[in-house]
């Protein structure tokens, strides 16, 4: 007779945990080279392609003075810091939070070749309360790959609203969970559900060759998908008000293999494509 072992949903959450630190560590060193930021964070006053460059105009309606020169700025899931570094250039005072201790160490290496100051901190967000208890921030930013990485929204809510000043304002631009419900291995030109669009079940993936192009040997990840309403339920539940929220129709990367590159080095789907889904949103929340 066979044995079926039940794993509790606690161990399976420590070994899919394991497996995407396993990740990321290894893919920190590909990045530095595959991000190609080097070049633009040891030349002053330059962001490059960024993704602060893209947020930098949608987030400045929501400051005073339209800038973020001089604010407290908390960055989460800030990976090997580019973003940070960014923000730091623009004036911003950064803190930046990620459970990668080999990202968090191309990221201080990055900082000193820009010459800026970022504080990094070593935590997942599920505990990042504990470190970060008593600072508050103007802006609590996170962007591009971020959501998917949490298996639920809950301590992630209740960490931005926990970090955020009496009126400051949360940002984040991410895919959206409609896009990530996508089939990435239909046919070039069909959109076909692949993966659910509720947070049901990890997504399990096992890549040689990463979203960057880095070849790495600990492919295997766990992600989970969340919808819209879950998004924003986490945020109204920690106190949050939804101010903006905008759903756009290009990417940061290639979601799908046949997506068109503009010459912005967006990615976006082919133009008669391009009504029937959309592929990233921006959210702007105020405490
Ligand atoms: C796609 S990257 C960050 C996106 C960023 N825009 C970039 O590309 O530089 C995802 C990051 O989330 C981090 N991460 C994953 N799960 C996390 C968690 N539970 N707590 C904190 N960081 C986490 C990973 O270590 C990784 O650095």
Redesign the pocket.
Known sequence: MTEITHIPASEDRVAH?AA??AY?DEA?QA?RAS?QSDAWIKQPGQIGDS?PATDRPLLAPFLPGGTVEGLDLLH????????SIAWAKLGAQVTA????AE?LQVGQELARLGGVNVEFIE????E?AVPLEGRQFDIVYT????LP??PELGEWGRLIAQTLRPGGIFYIREGHPMAFALDDHAPAGELRLGYPYFNAAPIIDDCEVDYSGAKVEHGLTYCWNHSLSEIMGALWSAGLTIIDFQERLSLDWKLLPWMEQTPAGKEVLPEELQSYCPLEFVLVARK
């Open positions: 945990q995407n630190i990321w920190a990045h991000y993704a989460l899931q800030c990976h090997i810091g580019t973003d939070v990620d459970r990668s990202a935590s997942s967000i599920e990042a962007s591009v790959g971020v990485w949490l």
